[in-house]
Structure formats: structure tokens, C-alpha cells
């Protein structure tokens, strides 16, 4: 006797298909992180030139076939960057990784970008200090989303980037893009509501007084694209930060700041509000920079996944000048 089910749900191709392309991108993932945990990463000892170094290292095989392996973009360097150059000088400490030929053809390596997850809605990414989030000038694709969008179309040309959120150029730290229609619009528009946590790490100058606050300052912008504070709602934005200090000197302070809104430039506006501008940061009012950049991070970002609405959580350790500023002060 054939078995009826009294269950009402019906089959949504649509879903199946969605938990299908999730269940392969999740296999992609495992595959990723597995070839990067097979890479044949060698050390480097002593000063010489990089061919030399793979000959020596590499005496099992040809000439022929190490240069091939420059040649078709298989050697990375410090985890960052391809490099082909025979001749290229390599320092003490540096670690030359070989890539296989899919994971050269596929992978993404660049030295201000790099990806910490990808599944076939999200892009979570490392930036560095330095590069642009989104081109803004009409130049070509010097900025992270053009870089992510060359690097999925190597896959699938008819993939594209779409753009979330933004971090200004000479800010750090994890970001997030949207690879469908579908999963920007729902992170843009819900942006509030998904993001449950991000913090930033600071270095200010001074210390602010209380150590801990919460500063709730409207915010708007100019004709010249520098944003001031206003008490008059109607003429800015609301925007709160929550900071807390970690480490002080006499000079300068280690803060962390935690959004409720995420207004353009608003950490650096809300600390230069109170008289405690980001080191290296001119155009709000920084006289000093000890670290040779801006003193932004953005170390943690936690939000619903805007499909499988599965809690994500992604963390970037905050850059070594940071850290390296107060042990150099107090040592």
C-alpha cells in the first residue's frame, strides 16, 4: 500500500535550489581552506634572489619546470601577493607558498585585499590600510570592489560585485560585499536590524574624559564633502558611538568604538566633536601621526546572514602600529 502524507508543505524549487547552491558553496569553502592548508610553504633564511631560492629549495625538479611555476603565477609571497620577477630580492623571514595551478588561476592575492569567507550570496574581506572600498574618482579599478568583481568573473563572467557598505581609504579592518541583487538590497535595506555588532579599535589623540561614553551627535555634510555635527535634526543624521578606552599615555589613547549607526566619517567626527581627533587624521583637526596612517580599524563585524539569516561573525586583529605604539611608549 502506497503511503500518502497528510503534510500540507509543498516542494519550492526555489528554496531547493537556494539550499543546494548554499550546500556547494559550503563544499567550495572546505575545499579552499584545505588546499590552503596543503600549500608547500618554505622559509627564508638568508638574503638571495628568488629564483636562486626555488632552484635550491626545489632540487627535485627542472629549471624549466620553477620557472614554469613563475611563469604561470603559482609562487606567493608572504601570503599576499603573486609575484613572477626571477631576480625578485627576498629578505630574512619572508615565506614563499606554491600554489596548484587552480588555486593560482582562481584564488585572490593582493596585498592591501584579502578574502576571509566567501559562499555564493557574501564576500567578507581583510582591507588594508591604503585602498580605496569603492572607486570614487572614475578611475579604474585601484579599490576593493573592483578587485573582488575580476576576481569572480575569472569564474563566472556574468557574476558582479554589488556594494554594501564602505570604509574610507586609510581605514582598516573586515568589510562586507553582496554577490546578488537579492542579498545587497536585503543587507542595505536592513542594515540596522542585521548588523548586531561592529567595533572599531582607535588611536586618538589626548584621552577622552569619562573613559567611557556614549557620544549621540547629529551629523551632516558640506558642499566640500567634510562632515560637521549639529544639534538641529533636521538638518543632519543621528548618529551614536559608544566608545570605551583600552590603554592611555599621555599623548595619545587606545579606544574602542561601537556603532549603532554607521554615518560617513562619523568615529572621526564624533571624536573630533569632543576635542580628541584620530591620529593622522587632518582633515578633522590631527596634528600628530606616530604610526604613518590613520588610527582607524574596523576589527568586528556581526550581522544575519541576509539569506540563510545564519549568524556570521568575522574579526580582524587590529594592525601591529597599534599595539606596537603603546608597547614603544612604555618600554
Known amino acids: 500500500m502506497r503511503h500518502i502524507s497528510n503534510s500540507n508543505r509543498q516542494f519550492d524549487p526555489y528554496l531547493s535550489n537556494r539550499r543546494n547552491r548554499q550546500t556547494r558553496a559550503e563544499r567550495e569553502q572546505v575545499m579552499q581552506k584545505s588546499e590552503t592548508a596543503h600549500r608547500q610553504r618554505i622559509h627564508v633564511k638568508e638574503s638571495t634572489q628568488l629564483l636562486d631560492f626555488l632552484l635550491q629549495k626545489l632540487s627535485g625538479q627542472s629549471a624549466t619546470s620553477v620557472k614554469n611555476l613563475l611563469k604561470h603565477r603559482c609562487i606567493l609571497l608572504n601570503d599576499a601577493e603573486i609575484v613572477t620577477q626571477f631576480d625578485l630580492p627576498l629578505k630574512v623571514g619572508d615565506e614563499i607558498s606554491i600554489l596548484s595551478p587552480k588555486e593560482a588561476k582562481y584564488g585572490l592575492f593582493h596585498p592591501l585585499l584579502k578574502i576571509l569567507y566567501e559562499d555564493d550570496f557574501i564576500l567578507a574581506v581583510e582591507k588594508k590600510s591604503g585602498l580605496l572600498s569603492v572607486d570614487v574618482t572614475g578611475g579604474g579599478g585601484n579599490n576593493a570592489a573592483a578587485i573582488l568583481d575580476l576576481h569572480i568573473k575569472r569564474r563566472n563572467p556574468e557574476k558582479r560585485i554589488y556594494i554594501v557598505h564602505r570604509l574610507d581609504r586609510d581605514t582598516s579592518g573586515v568589510m562586507l560585499f553582496a554577490k546578488c541583487r537579492e542579498a545587497q538590497s536585503k543587507l542595505v535595506s536592513d542594515w540596522n536590524d542585521r548588523v548586531l555588532e561592529r567595533t572599531y579599535i582607535a588611536i586618538c589623540e589626548g584621552c577622552p574624559e569619562p573613559q567611557q561614553a556614549t557620544i549621540d551627535r547629529y551629523l551632516y555634510q558640506d558642499d566640500r564633502m567634510i562632515v560637521h555635527v549639529t544639534d538641529d535634526p533636521s538638518v543632519g543624521l543621528r548618529a551614536i558611538t559608544h566608545y570605551k578606552v583600552l590603554q592611555t599615555h599621555s599623548e595619545f ?64 586583529p587590529e594592525p601591529l602600529e597599534f599595539t606596537q605604539l603603546f608597547q614603544d611608549i612604555n618600554t
Open 253 to 316: 589613547a587606545r579606544i574602542q568604538c561601537d556603532l549603532d549607526t554607521g554615518r560617513t566619517n562619523q568615529i572621526r567626527v564624533h571624536l573630533q566633536s569632543i576635542g580628541h581627533p584620530l591620529v593622522g587624521d587632518e582633515k578633522y583637526g590631527s596634528t600628530k601621526n606616530p604610526i604613518g596612517r590613520l588610527g582607524l580599524h574596523a576589527k568586528t563585524i556581526k550581522f544575519h546572514h541576509p539569506i540563510t539569516q545564519k549568524v556570521m561573525s568575522f574579526e580582524v
